[in-house]
T-cell receptor, first 115, second 112 residues
Framework: EPEVTQTPSHQVTQMGQEVILRCVPI?????FYWYRQILGQKVEFLVS????????KSEIFDDQFSVERPDGSNFTLKIRSTKLEDSAMYFC?????????????FGPGTRLTVL | GQQVMQIPQYQHVQEGEDFTTYCNSS?????IQWYKQRPGGHPVFLIQ?????EVKKQKRLTFQFGEAKKNSSLHITATQTTDVGTYFC????????????FGQGTRLTINP
């Protein structure tokens, strides 16, 4: 069964460093999302991406964040200068088409720890 | 976006007991989705409810959508240890790509 994959599974970084989280969505999917989940809290929307551009972003997704789909398969989330409060689990999700039921498929997540 | 509140936040039951979580909105929802997240895992889609008063069953899980489409519930009959996890609801469109705005979730723990 097709699945969303994410790398790395765990990333430890120093405050102020840049990190890139990688996702490979399901191959024929067209809509891509990043969510984050601070430990013990709910899953929060960060950004959605379609047709090579951001379609919506939350207030969490400030200028320190960016997304890219560089090669037609990977979907990346970059945090330019990490802060302690960026420590969270980051989930990538993908959706087939706008005509499908809105079932989003989540990857296993990347746990980001900022020291 | 539409916000939902989930209650209870935590529920601990003995294995074999029933469990119910509720999802409430102050506004009418187009549709509602339910996801399950196992401890240390990622959200997994369970179901989408569309129609007013709809009831859907998946084995021991029963999902309901209120008549006014402002609330929804998930009921698990005779819980098993595999039911452990956090159950989230999220408003959704029937079709169309849309961000998911999850509720706080109900964390279910089970005493075997």
């Amino acid at each position: 069964e097709p699945e969303v994959t994410q790398t790395p599974s765990h990333q430890v970084t120093q405050m102020g460093q840049e990190v890139i989280l990688r996702c490979v969505p399901i191959s024929n999917h067209l809509y891509f999302y990043w969510y984050r989940q601070i430990l013990g809290q709910k899953v929060e929307f960060l950004v959605s991406f379609y047709n090579n551009e951001i379609s919506e972003k939350s207030e969490i997704f400030d200028d320190q964040f960016s997304v890219e789909r560089p090669d037609g398969s990977n979907f990346t989330l970059k945090i330019r200068s990490t802060k302690l409060e960026d420590s969270a689990m980051y989930f990538c999700a993908s959706l087939g088409t706008a005509f499908d039921i809105n079932e989003q498929f989540f990857g296993p997540g990347t746990r980001l720890t900022v020291l | 976006g539409q916000q939902v509140m989930q209650i209870p936040q935590y529920q601990h039951v003995q294995e074999g007991e029933d469990f119910t979580t509720y999802c409430n909105s102050s506004t009418t929802l187009s549709n509602i989705q339910w996801y399950k997240q196992r401890p240390g895992g990622h959200p997994v889609f369970l179901i989408q409810l569309v129609k007013s008063g709809e009831v859907k069953k998946q084995k021991r899980l029963t999902f309901q959508f209120g008549e006014a489409k402002k609330n929804s519930s998930l009921h698990i009959t005779a819980t098993q240890t595999t039911d452990v996890g956090t159950y989230f609801c999220a408003p959704a469109k029937f079709q169309g790509a849309q961000k998911l705005v999850f509720g706080q979730g109900t964390r279910l723990t089970i005493n075997p």
